[in-house]
């Protein structure tokens, strides 16, 4: 979706109410496995300056693997934005734009995993550090009091 910022007047501001639909291939090569309901809410108008000034608030939800289970789990975010774009720029991509503030709201872990008791299959099980500790350590008896 371009905006064209050529139709703002030094007294007008550009209101924005949508739901942007982010293509795939913005986020294909990234941990998002989709974004869904992606909406941004704000506006554009011109500052002191003469620069465009940019408040908008972006949420939505991101589809994510869980960082323990592999599982696709949703990922809710919301963020402000409050940008100075210079005057000389004449659109604006707002896919583009937002897809900026967007990468910055991906977590690096996320789980939704409870217990790691769930967490076992054919030949192997997680386990806590704890039970690491006590159960592999071939060194335990020799520190004991």
Same mark, same amino acid.
């Given at each position: 979706?371009?905006?064209?910022?050529?139709?703002?007047?030094?007294?007008?501001?550009?209101?924005?109410?949508?739901?942007?639909?982010?293509?795939? !291939? #913005?986020? %294909?090569?990234? @941990?998002?496995?989709?974004?869904?309901?992606?909406? *941004? /809410?704000?506006?554009?108008? =011109?500052?002191?300056?003469?620069?465009?000034?940019?408040?908008?608030?972006?949420?939505?939800?991101?589809?994510?693997?869980?960082?323990?289970?592999?599982?696709?789990?949703?990922?809710?975010?919301?963020? !402000? #934005?409050? %940008?100075?774009? @210079?005057?000389?720029?004449?659109?604006?991509?707002? *896919? /583009?734009?937002?897809?900026? =503030?967007?990468?910055?709201?991906?977590?690096?872990?996320?789980?939704?995993?409870?217990?790691?008791?769930?967490?076992?299959?054919?030949?192997?099980?997680?386990?806590?550090?704890?039970?690491?500790?006590?159960?592999?350590?071939?060194?335990?008896?020799?520190?004991?009091?």
């Amino acid at each position: 979706m371009n905006i064209d910022l050529l139709q703002l007047n030094y007294k007008d501001e550009i209101k924005i109410n949508e739901t942007i639909d982010i293509p795939k !291939e #913005i986020y %294909e090569n990234t @941990e998002i496995v989709e974004l869904k309901n992606v909406h *941004c /809410e704000g506006t554009i108008k =011109y500052n002191i300056e003469d620069d465009f000034e940019i408040l908008m608030n972006v949420s939505g939800e991101m589809i994510l693997h869980d960082s323990i289970d592999y599982k696709e789990i949703p990922y809710s975010f919301n963020t !402000e #934005i409050e %940008e100075i774009l @210079e005057n000389s720029n004449k659109t604006l991509d707002l *896919c /583009e734009f937002l897809w900026h =503030y967007i990468v910055l709201e991906i977590p690096l872990k996320y789980t939704t995993c409870d217990s790691l008791k769930k967490l076992e299959g054919d030949g192997y099980q997680v386990i806590s550090e704890e039970e690491y500790k006590d159960n592999n350590n071939p060194f335990k008896d020799f520190f004991k009091e």
